[in-house]
């Protein structure tokens, strides 16, 4: 009897171990750990739009962003936690194509009204594009249902935000 026991703690222990998510090339802890610095970045880029856009949709747009941001912020960072994977460093740049430089902040810092609103657009659908590929990325491979379901939501609210775009530029 106890050797059974042994046998099923250890197959459980293997399981648990398995399945932790801990290793960083884990789809679900990738999500997470690029799309920290994403997420950050869009904020910024919202931030911005205080006091420099022109249009009310930017407005309106950026104070969503900023009213729902820093909840995801902090639901990845708890996953990251519970994996025990660090977060990413708060000046840690997103990775990839489509997110926006130094230097494109730069530029659009020194912006206002529409010459604001213009580039905004451009970077935003740039950055959002990017954000949608790491949300599909993870929806396609990861197995962590919390990160699916952040995942879908984030990739449906940008192809939104990426079609109210299209609308505003027409």
């Known amino acids: 009897m106890s050797a059974i026991r042994l046998l099923a703690t250890g197959l459980v222990l293997l399981l648990v171990v398995a399945c932790s998510g801990t290793d960083p090339a884990d789809p679900d802890v990738r999500f997470s750990l690029e799309m ?3 997420h950050r970045q869009t904020l910024q880029l919202a931030e911005m739009a205080k006091g420099r856009a022109y249009s009310d949709w930017i407005k309106t747009a950026s104070a969503e962003i900023r009213a ?3 909840a995801d912020l902090q639901m990845m960072a708890s996953w990251l936690s ?3 994977i660090p977060e990413p460093p708060g000046g840690a740049r997103p ?3 489509g997110n926006v430089t130094d230097a494109e902040f730069a530029k ?3 912006l206002t009204g529409q010459a604001f609103d213009d580039t905004w657009y451009g970077l935003m659908s740039r950055h959002l594009e990017a954000g949608m590929t790491i949300g599909r990325i ?3 491979v990861g197995d962590h249902s919390p990160t699916a379901d952040l995942a879908r ?3 449906n609210d940008q192809e939104e935000m990426l079609a109210e775009i299209g609308r505003q530029l027409a």
Do not use: C, D
Request: aromatic residues 4%.
């Open 68 to 70: 729902q941001g820093p």
């Open 108 to 110: 659009l810092q020194g």
């Open 138 to 140: 993870v929806l396609a």
């Open 153 to 155: 939501r984030l990739v």
């Open 36 to 38: 920290i610095p994403h």
């Open 82 to 84: 519970t994996w025990e």
């Open 95 to 97: 990775i990839g194509p």
